[in-house]
T-cell receptor
């Protein structure tokens, strides 16, 4: 199993450009999440999905859109990038069940917006 | 609102010097408390899940404990390879609600 993978690993954008970050998991997990991590701010939830075809807003959703067309993939889109979106983005997934279960994280995407 | 506060923000230890990291939480019905380790440039890696007050879990030099208000991550005789950021997170409610993370404690172990 590859676990959770993220593409790309690094990206530099100019203000106003758009891009899509791809998260893929091969563990048949129902739940998927997108976080951003900034110095001193910890992990903040952007959007999440509780199953194929579903999405929901997290703590900091503005400026981002997501789609979950296939169970194994969760896409994060930036339509018009801003310098405030410079961050490290992490994707995570979890199986879901009757008791609390752990999240598996991807390796991250480092995005710089100039 | 569910909240997680970790202390200290940073901790510097000599190799072999045991210590504890704190995670205080307020949550409406704890479903689980999680500890993760994060190395620089990498994603968080799962360490432990604790479900109820009084529970303890151990892994090598790490031991996690849980009370109704806080969790401790005890590090016994740490080594330089234990240097990392340690994250605490809680899950509240009865379903698979999103985790709420603390800001982490950055641990440095000096040889």
């Amino acid at each position: 199993n590859a676990g959770v993978t993220q593409t790309p690993k690094f990206r530099v954008l100019k203000t106003g450009q758009s891009m899509t970050l791809l998260c893929a998991q091969d563990m048949n997990h129902e739940y998927m999440y997108w976080y951003r991590q900034d110095p001193g701010m910890g992990l903040r939830l952007i959007h999440y999905s509780v199953g194929e075809g579903t999405t929901a807003k997290g703590e900091v959703p503005d400026g981002y859109n997501v789609s979950r067309l296939k169970k194994q993939n969760f896409l994060l889109g930036l339509e018009s990038a801003a310098p405030s979106q410079t961050s490290v983005y992490f994707c995570a997934s979890l199986f879901g069940g009757r008791s609390a279960s752990k999240q598996y994280f991807g390796p991250g995407t480092r995005l710089t917006v100039t | 609102e569910d909240q997680v506060t970790q202390s200290p923000e940073a901790l510097r230890l000599q190799e072999g010097e045991s210590s504890s990291l704190n995670c205080s939480y307020t949550v409406s019905g704890l479903r689980g408390l999680f500890w993760y380790r994060q190395d620089p440039g990498k994603g968080p890696e799962f360490l432990f899940t604790l479900y109820s007050a009084g529970e303890e879990k151990e892994k090598e030099r790490l031991k996690a404990t849980l009370t109704k208000k806080e969790s401790f991550l005890h590090i016994t005789a740490p080594k330089p390879e234990d240097s990392a950021t340690y994250l605490c997170a809680v899950q509240a409610g009865s379903g698979n609600t999103p985790l709420v993370f603390g800001k982490g404690t950055r641990l440095s172990v000096i040889a």
